[in-house]
Every structure is written in structure tokens, then in C-alpha cells.
């Protein structure tokens, strides 16, 4: 009973996380230049701070697929099977996805004939695929990487001290040379650059999945609440620490510039507010028990289909609300974000209905 509810602390942080993400990226439409809002510096704080959520998600899919897959062998036969079941379960609500976004798009492009959306058909077909893709992406890459990295984890844990240097080293060449992606189509690429850049994204989303890892460890503890909170305690003084060097060097701190790829200053900040957060589901797992689980384990359950409709609508949505500039920007924001709340979670609900009558929208989580 008592591994059932540390698992259940691992599907409160998902659920919590997809619902942080879909927030973030209410926020995100209100932040770009062409947004009249885009002059709060609260807003671009709070967007900050919301991007930890992309590593809670990455460490809890990191967890899940290796409680799933604890006797995954590496022999072609076995390999292959992996390969195949987890590649379709990313990739095919994808294409399912990009599918309904153009006819979503392309009907209201002409019916409405460019008066609700004023972007042309293939520039808003082009972010479509692209707004989601880098993050399935990060997951068809994590996938393919997962045997070796469980190899590593199970068997050769000293390789970890390797693949935390090489990170290190990395991030040092990608903070020496940036490569700032939000100055794009202008963007200047050194060769020292791009390798800062690859290997930073490689190893450091590695080290934010193999923590996921570390979790079933942790979870066989039976002093779980003192470990936790020293493994809590030890990410806040890492971060406190590599804030310091930050400050010392001058260092570009926006979290924003600093996901990609993910810097120490990133990484080490999200991980101390995933544990944090963590702690506490497990501390109050009673309360949360009886009154947030159905709530919680929805989105957790949910949460990559969530995902990927908040991707379809957040357009739609934005633009239906870029029209109340009236209202004050907070009362605003919530709004939006109850409404698109609304919309993805009666999406699924549809998706269900959808899968009762046989076609293919089955639930995800990543």
C-alpha cells in the first residue's frame, strides 16, 4: 500500500505539471513582442518560473518507463519490440494531431477568410507542427537513448559522474559561445557553438531523465520522507550555489534564454522546485487523497493528449481573447486559462467518446 502511494505522488506531480504547461503557454501568447502585455515584467517572471514544468515532466515519464520497463533486455528481439511500441505511442497521436490541426486551421482560414486569425494559412500550419514537435522530439531522442541510459543506471553508475562532466563541460562552451534561439532567423552558428549546444541538450535532458530513475530508488526506501527532503534540500543549495556563479560572472539568468539547451542555472533550479513539489504531494498525500486525486490523476493520466490539444486551440484561443484588452491582464490571464482548461479537458472527453465508437484517439501520458 505504502509504493502504491509514492507512485501516486509521481502522477500528482504529472497532473500538476501538464496544467502548469498549459498555463505556460497562455502565458507565452502574452509575452511576445506583438502583445501589448508584453512590457510586464511580471508576466515574463511568472513564464520563467513555470518552464520548470518541462523537467517534472521529463523526470516523471523517466520514472514510469523505467518502473514499466525494469526487464527490458538489450538483445536485438527485445530492443526492437521497445523501440517500436514506444515510438508509436509518440508518434502516432502526433500525426493525429498534425492531421486536425491543418483541417482546424484551413476551415476557419477560409471560412472566416483570414479575419480571425491574421496569419496566412501556411505560416500558422508551419508553427503547428513545430509548436509541439521539439518536445516529442526531446522524447523520441530520450527513447532511444533509454536502454543505454537504464544499462548505465542498473550496471555502471560511475558513468554518470562521466555524463555529469561532460555536461558540465558542455554547458561552460554553450555559455562561452550562446546560441540564442529567439534571434532566429539571424542566428550565428559556430562550430564550437553547435557542439556547446548538441551536447549540452543531450546530456543534460539525459541527467534530468535518469533523476526519473533514481526516483524507483528512492521509492524502495523505507525512510522515504528523510531521504526525500535531503535529496530536496541538496537540489535548493545546488541551485544556490550555481546562482551564485551566475551573479559572480554576469551571466544571463532569464530561464527563457536559458532552456535551450538547458543550462545548469536551468536544470538545476527546475529540479529543486520538482522535488520540492514532490515532498509535499507525499507529505500531504491524505489530504490531496481525498480531495485532488480523480482531479489530478485526469491530467496525469491524460496529460500528453492534453498537451497536444493545448497546442491545437492556444491560437484559437489567444486570438479569441486578444480582443479584451479592457479587462485587467490578470482577471484576463485566468480567464484564458480556465477557458483553455475548459477546451483541452472536454477534448478528451470527446477523444473518449471518439475511442467507444473505434477510432484511434486513445489516452496518453508521456
Known amino acids: 500500500m505504502i509504493m502504491r502511494h509514492k507512485v501516486e505522488a509521481i502522477d500528482y506531480l504529472r497532473g500538476l505539471s501538464i496544467i502548469f504547461i498549459i498555463f505556460l503557454h497562455t502565458i507565452l501568447y502574452n509575452t511576445q513582442s506583438t502583445s501589448v502585455y508584453s512590457v510586464i515584467a511580471s508576466l515574463f517572471r511568472i513564464r520563467d518560473i513555470l518552464l520548470f514544468s518541462v523537467v517534472t515532466v521529463v ?20 530492443l526492437c519490440s521497445f523501440y517500436k511500441k514506444r515510438l508509436k505511442r509518440l508518434l502516432l497521436p502526433w500525426v493525429v494531431y498534425c492531421f486536425i490541426y491543418v483541417v482546424f486551421y484551413a476551415a476557419i482560414y477560409f471560412i472566416f477568410k483570414r479575419k480571425l486569425i491574421d496569419f496566412s494559412l501556411w505560416k500558422i500550419t508551419f508553427y503547428g507542427f513545430l509548436a509541439p514537435g521539439w518536445l516529442i522530439f526531446l522524447f523520441v531522442m530520450l527513447t532511444l537513448l533509454f536502454p543505454f541510459l537504464k544499462y548505465v543506471y542498473e550496471k555502471k553508475r560511475h558513468l554518470i559522474i562521466l555524463i555529469i562532466l ?9 555559455v562561452r559561445n550562446p546560441t540564442n534561439f529567439h534571434l532566429y532567423p539571424n542566428i550565428n552558428l559556430s562550430f564550437i557553438s553547435v557542439i556547446g549546444l548538441v551536447f549540452s541538450y543531450l546530456f543534460g535532458w539525459s541527467l534530468a531523465y535518469i533523476t526519473g530513475f533514481f526516483l524507483e530508488d528512492l521509492y524502495n526506501n ?3 520522507i528523510k531521504k526525500e527532503l535531503k535529496i530536496t534540500f541538496n537540489f535548493i543549495f545546488i541551485f544556490i550555489g550555481v546562482h551564485i556563479l551566475y551573479k559572480l560572472f554576469g551571466l544571463n539568468m532569464a530561464l527563457y534564454v536559458n532552456k535551450h539547451p538547458p543550462s545548469l542555472y536551468y536544470l538545476s533550479l527546475s529540479l529543486a522546485i ?15 487523497h481525498a480531495h485532488l486525486k480523480n482531479f489530478l490523476y485526469f491530467f496525469s493520466y491524460n496529460s500528453y493528449w492534453l498537451f497536444l490539444w493545448d497546442a491545437l486551440f492556444v491560437t484559437f484561443i489567444a486570438h479569441i481573447f486578444s480582443s479584451l484588452t479592457f479587462i485587467h491582464i490578470y482577471l484576463r490571464l485566468s480567464l484564458q486559462f480556465i477557458f483553455a482548461l475548459l477546451v483541452v479537458v472536454g477534448s478528451v472527453i470527446l477523444q473518449r467518446k471518439a475511442i467507444k465508437a473505434g477510432l484511434y484517439l486513445e489516452k496518453h501520458h508521456f
Open 222 to 224: 523505507h525512510r522515504l
Open 274 to 288: 520538482t522535488f520540492s513539489l514532490l515532498s509535499l504531494f507525499f507529505a500531504y498525500k491524505k489530504y490531496i
Open 166 to 174: 561532460a555536461y558540465v563541460i558542455s554547458g561552460i562552451i554553450s
Open 59 to 78: 523526470v516523471c515519464s523517466g520514472f514510469s518507463l523505467f518502473i514499466s520497463h525494469k526487464n527490458l533486455q538489450l538483445n536485438l528481439q527485445s
